[in-house]
């Protein structure tokens, strides 16, 4: 592993605000600037782009409707959320014929995870954790040579975040891309990759994972 390593900086200064909750009288409200440095292997330079994002959060109002304030359970917030799933995760189950041998299969399904993570679901949900991890097994399994040979460009939104793309990407030099390319490597590391998708995708979809006319 190179000691090298590629730096992000950035300073946030956010502009001063005052609060009249309540009807009580206007109140400065103190917000300091935020001093964020990230640094990166060199060799995950290339393809790092860290995404920062402003959420504005009233820390003054107490009512019960503050995004603070809530009063549901952990357990009641899973099974709430496990309850959605079914009817918010589209790629899911996949269909009949879906092969998961071949590596364009699996790049159309990630393409799909993808553009649902981006567009639909919320990063700060557990669905979001849930989905990256699914994006990373297919988006590997369709390009088994990451992050080597070649691949697209994934949106920045998502994070390379995860056991499964952790645990490959520290391994990924170990990859014999000659071995790799030969039918019978390439054939049992999909059918592996396919085994952790389908524990993986049980968390939120206990249902039979292909379609079932």
Not at 8 to 23: A, C, H, K, M, Q
Not at 40 to 61: N, Q
Not at 87 to 112: C, G, H, V
Not at 191 to 212: G, K, Q
């Given at each position: ?212 006319d």
């Amino acid at each position: 592993m190179s000691n090298k390593v590629t730096h992000f900086l950035t300073v946030i200064n956010p502009e001063s605000r005052s609060d009249s909750s309540d009807g009580a009288p206007l109140q400065r409200i103190l917000l300091m600037p935020v001093h964020i440095s990230v640094s990166v292997a060199e060799e995950y330079g290339p393809f790092t782009s860290p995404v920062m994002e402003a959420i504005s959060v009233d820390l003054c109002s107490t009512c019960s409707n503050s995004p603070l304030m809530d009063d549901s359970t952990p357990s009641q917030a899973n099974n709430d959320l496990s309850s959605q799933a079914d009817d918010i995760i589209p790629f899911l189950p996949l269909r009949r014929t879906f092969n998961y041998i071949n590596p364009m299969e699996w790049a159309t399904l990630s393409k799909e995870i993808e553009e649902w993570l981006v567009n639909d679901v919320d990063t700060r949900s557990q669905l979001w954790t849930w989905g990256c991890n699914a994006f990373w097994l297919t988006f590997v399994a369709a390009y088994p040579l990451f992050p080597r040979g070649k691949w697209p460009m994934w949106d920045p939104h998502i994070p390379v975040e995860g056991t499964f793309i952790q645990e490959w990407l520290g391994r990924s030099n170990d990859i014999d891309a000659m071995k790799l390319e030969g039918e019978h490597s390439l054939v049992a590391l999909l059918n592996d990759i396919w085994a952790e998708f389908n524990r993986h995708t049980a968390l939120f979809h206990p249902l039979p994972l292909l379609a079932v006319d």
